[in-house]
């Protein structure tokens, strides 16, 4: 994967979460708008209740997780779940700003 690959960060919410992440590798987002593609009943079975129980997801399949070199810091709290970002951009921020894609002029 190079510098310039686009990758998605993902903000884990829950332990339930990240605990399915380490064992089962993989994880989902929700997606609003896109075709009937997978009910979250059938990716979690033991959560047939849940509030969100019939929306749909995205499903991806995580081959390892890795560990960043250091931490990314918010300067400020922030309602965050995702951001797409580039691979480059990611091992070099020093902050979660820095993982946004912004014009040519901004980057300057």
């Known amino acids: 994967m190079g510098k ?6 993902a903000i884990v919410p829950r332990k339930k979460d990240w605990r399915i992440l380490e064992e089962k ?3 989902r987002i929700p997606v609003k708008s896109a075709p009937k ?3 979250r009943v059938e990716l979690l079975p033991d959560e047939p209740n849940h509030t ?3 929306e749909d ?14 931490p990314i810091p918010s300067k400020r709290w ?3 779940i995702f951001i797409p ?3 480059n951009k990611l091992m070099e ?4 700003n820095d993982l946004y894609h912004t014009s040519p002029i901004e980057e300057k």
Request: glycine fraction near 0%; avoid cysteine; proline fraction near 3%.
């Open 4 to 9: 310039s690959s686009n990758v998605l960060v």
């Open 78 to 80: 922030r309602r965050i």
């Open 25 to 27: 590798h993989w994880y």
């Open 57 to 70: 997801y995205y499903k991806f399949t995580i081959d390892e997780l890795k560990k960043l070199p250091r």
């Open 85 to 87: 970002t580039t691979l």
């Open 37 to 39: 593609m997978i009910e």
């Open 93 to 96: 921020a020093k902050e979660i």
């Open 52 to 54: 969100r129980a019939n």
